[in-house]
């Protein structure tokens, strides 16, 4: 396990608009303000098979819950839009480096996000617009099938 399991972190957030980041209070401590903790923690333990059993008992589902959690916290400070999430991992670009900006932006709108375990990711994101397409040919998540499938197309 890496560093982000030993401690609670603050989530990340950007305003594009604003070009800024902001730590915003982790949704654990969130949910412990707003009396959800055990809502939270059950929700959170059970993200595997268990889930729909939880979410039918609670009344409420992991993506409800987390999409009031990104309601209360996300507004940009500065701008009072809405901020996007961008996971412990990002790392912002600097706010005069437009061009960086505008790669984040579309990379956070095919959703991709800086989420890892604190543990080196193994990748660097792209730094220009027209690398982005290649970057998700390379990183894009398949399918065991989908995988065999292009298996047998390459032979």
């Not at 809502?39 to 939880?54: C, D, I, S």
Request: aromatic share 14%; hydrophobic share 35%.
């Amino acid at each position: 396990m890496c560093r982000y399991s030993y401690q609670t972190y603050k989530s990340h957030f950007a305003c594009f608009d604003c070009r800024k980041t902001f730590k915003k209070k982790a949704m654990v401590d969130w949910a412990e303000q707003k009396g959800l903790s055990r809502t939270y923690h059950q929700l959170f333990v059970n993200r595997g098979q268990q889930l729909e059993k939880v979410e039918a008992r609670l009344g409420i589902t992991w993506s409800e819950f987390r999409q009031q959690y990104y309601d209360d916290v996300s507004t940009c400070p500065q701008c009072g839009k809405a901020m996007a999430a961008m996971g412990l991992d990002f790392r912002a670009p600097k706010k005069q480096d437009v061009i960086a900006w505008e790669v984040v932006r579309d990379l956070n709108d095919r959703g991709f996000s800086f989420a890892g375990s604190g543990c080196s990711v193994g990748y660097t994101p792209p730094r220009r617009l027209r690398q982005v397409d290649a970057f998700f040919a390379r990183h894009q998540r398949l399918s065991k099938g989908r995988k065999l499938l292009d298996k047998f197309a390459a032979k």
